[in-house]
């Protein structure tokens, strides 16, 4: 797919909610942390697939706020290979123009974690392309925070626009595609406000089999939907 394919008919924003890591290391006798490996290769492949056909904002969903529920050691295997990629693709995201932004809520994380987050974002900061990780992030909770930041600033009359402002992903167009892996037919709790509107496509791949090619077949469905927005 070339560089001008995605941006005829607009994806201006696309979302990955990258399941099924478990299953695919089942599925061949690996441990569950091997299968969390190959997601974080299939997340670098999908994510310079989409800069590579020039979708400027991609959103990814890494961590939920209810995957603390997981056995300790797998919750902390998910945040050790975090803090290698944080500290690892700097150099490939200056090359590339990426901006890193974690949306979620950052303050559970052990204190070394958030300064790896906040020094890749300040590292970033000025470039154009933008990478959303969804950590410790849940829709209801980011409305949950968003109701509060409004109740404290003592704003009674809230407008769609006033919540929209409260969200992590404020200034971000809402995502017109939210692709998920692995067969699974629900959001889990992610980009509930922003999604009322989205395209939504499954796929029964498992996330560390994610291909440039299964991107490109979820971008040519989008350009084959009519959205209608409620109109005719
Ligand atoms: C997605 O893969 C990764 C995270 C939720 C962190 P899973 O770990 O959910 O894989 P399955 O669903 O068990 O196969
Ligand atoms: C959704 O996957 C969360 C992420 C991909 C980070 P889950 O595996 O946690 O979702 P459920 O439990 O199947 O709904
Ligand atoms: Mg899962």
């Given at each position: 797919?070339?560089?001008?394919?995605?941006?005829?008919?607009?994806?201006?924003?696309?979302?990955?909610?990258?399941?099924?890591?478990?299953?695919?290391?089942?599925?061949?006798?690996?441990?569950?942390?091997?299968?969390?490996?190959?997601?974080?290769e299939a997340f670098r492949r999908v994510v310079s697939h989409c800069g590579d056909i020039g979708i400027p904002i991609v959103t990814v969903y890494a961590f939920s706020t209810e995957n603390w529920k997981r056995p300790a050691r797998e919750v902390s295997l998910l945040m050790n290979l975090l803090s290698n990629y944080l500290e690892s693709c700097g150099d490939d995201m200056m090359a590339h123009g990426v901006r890193f932004r974690v949306i979620g809520d950052k303050t559970p994380f052990k204190r070394e974690l958030r300064e790896s987050i906040d020094k890749l974002e300040r590292l970033t900061e000025n470039n154009t392309r933008l990478l959303n990780v969804a950590l410790?992030?849940?829709?209801?909770?980011?409305?949950?925070?968003?109701?509060?930041?409004?109740?404290?600033?003592?704003?009674?009359?809230?407008?769609?626009?006033?919540?929209?402002?409260?969200?992590?992903?404020?200034?971000?167009?809402?995502?017109?595609?939210?692709?998920?892996?692995?067969?699974?037919?629900?959001?889990?709790?992610?980009?509930i406000w922003q999604g009322a509107y989205s395209e939504l496509y499954f796929t029964d791949t498992l996330w560390p089999d994610m291909t440039s090619e299964d991107v490109d077949l979820a971008i040519l469905e989008y350009k084959n939907r009519h959205r209608r927005y409620g109109g005719l």
């Amino acid at each position: 797919m070339s560089k001008t394919d995605s941006g005829e008919k607009g994806i201006q924003h696309i979302a990955f909610i990258m399941d099924g890591n478990g299953r695919w290391a089942k599925a061949r006798g690996l441990t569950r942390d091997a299968g969390h490996r190959a997601g974080v290769e299939a997340f670098r492949r999908v994510v310079s697939h989409c800069g590579d056909i020039g979708i400027p904002i991609v959103t990814v969903y890494a961590f939920s706020t209810e995957n603390w529920k997981r056995p300790a050691r797998e919750v902390s295997l998910l945040m050790n290979l975090l803090s290698n990629y944080l500290e690892s693709c700097g150099d490939d995201m200056m090359a590339h123009g990426v901006r890193f932004r974690v949306i979620g809520d950052k303050t559970p994380f052990k204190r070394e974690l958030r300064e790896s987050i906040d020094k890749l974002e300040r590292l970033t900061e000025n470039n154009t392309r933008l990478l959303n990780v969804a950590l410790n992030y849940g829709g209801r909770d980011e409305l949950v925070h968003a109701f509060n930041r409004l109740a404290e600033k003592g704003i009674t009359n809230i407008k769609e626009e006033d919540i929209s402002r409260e969200l992590y992903t404020a200034g971000i167009p809402d995502p017109d595609l939210i692709v998920r892996s692995s067969g699974e037919l629900r959001l889990s709790n992610f980009l509930i406000w922003q999604g009322a509107y989205s395209e939504l496509y499954f796929t029964d791949t498992l996330w560390p089999d994610m291909t440039s090619e299964d991107v490109d077949l979820a971008i040519l469905e989008y350009k084959n939907r009519h959205r209608r927005y409620g109109g005719l």
